[in-house]
């Protein structure tokens, strides 16, 4: 198998269809076999009913469940240990990231020799409540951990070697140091792709302040475990 696309969700529902049908479209253009695998953050809507249905009309589409909301990171850590291939794809199921990004993801992965490589939202659509301090995020991030080639870490849409998915333990609000997180287990070739970012089109954001704050809380503690 080519590629596992990883998707944590959270009340999606209208946006699952259209992206995994996105998702299928790029796949067949390129000839890649793939599995698509949602994992639902305790969703109050009907988003594990999409899945189910998606699921049942296409093999290549897995769910995983949780019984209630637990956050980003514990969504990508079952994701990851469920994915097969040797390249993995993160996005966020909000249409915000483009699956067109794919191909080129794999390809730095498999052909440049990248362990990991993370996108970059150059251009965003975000309100400025969030861009704000999404900048101020990034630039902390660079200084603490010594990636200074990153604009974004936090952004959803990722290429992984399999072997950094399964060699990580992704916790708390760490999903926003996975970079981090992969070079401290070793793993230094950490790349940068400028990739699409489009506006919302489903639903509302599921950022707030009170993230904003853990993920600075998280990254004192990610800098003081890896130094100490």
């Known amino acids: 198998m080519d590629i596992s696309v990883v998707v944590p969700l959270y009340n999606e529902a209208?946006?699952?269809?259209?992206?995994?049908?996105w998702i299928k479209r790029v796949m067949q253009q390129h000839?890649?076999?793939?599995?698509v695998i949602f994992v639902n953050d305790g969703s109050t809507d009907t988003s594990w009913q999409v899945i189910e249905r998606l699921a049942l009309e296409n093999p290549?589409?897995?769910?995983i469940k949780f019984r209630r909301n637990y956050g980003k990171s514990p969504a990508l850590y079952c994701g990851f240990a469920r994915a097969q291939s040797e390249v993995v794809i993160t996005m966020d199921a909000d249409?915000?990231?483009?699956?067109?990004?794919?191909?080129?993801?794999r390809r730095m992965i498999v052909e440049d020799g990248y362990d990991l490589v993370s996108g970059?939202?150059?251009k965003r659509y975000d309100p400025l409540?969030?861009?704000?301090?999404?900048?101020?995020f990034n630039a902390t991030a660079r200084a603490v951990s010594g990636i200074k080639n990153l604009h974004d870490f936090n952004c959803g849409l990722k290429a992984?070697?399999?072997?950094?998915?399964?060699?990580?333990?992704?916790?708390?609000?760490?999903h926003r140091y996975i970079p981090y997180l992969a070079k401290n287990a070793g793993f230094k070739r950490i790349g940068e792709k400028v990739v699409q970012h489009q506006a919302r089109k489903y639903g509302v954001t599921?950022?707030?302040?009170?993230?904003?704050?853990?993920?600075?809380?998280?990254?004192?503690?990610?800098?003081?475990?890896?130094?100490?």
């Open 14 to 21: 209208e946006s699952l269809p259209e992206l995994h049908a």
């Open 31 to 35: 000839g890649f076999t793939y599995e």
């Open 60 to 63: 290549e589409v897995k769910g």
């Open 95 to 105: 249409l915000q990231d483009s699956p067109d990004e794919i191909p080129e993801l």
């Open 120 to 122: 970059y939202k150059k």
């Open 129 to 136: 409540s969030k861009t704000i301090p999404t900048k101020l």
């Open 160 to 174: 992984y070697r399999r072997e950094v998915v399964k060699n990580i333990e992704v916790y708390g609000e760490m």
């Open 206 to 228: 599921k950022f707030g302040l009170n993230r904003f704050v853990n993920g600075y809380l998280d990254l004192i503690t990610l800098w003081f475990l890896s130094k100490f």
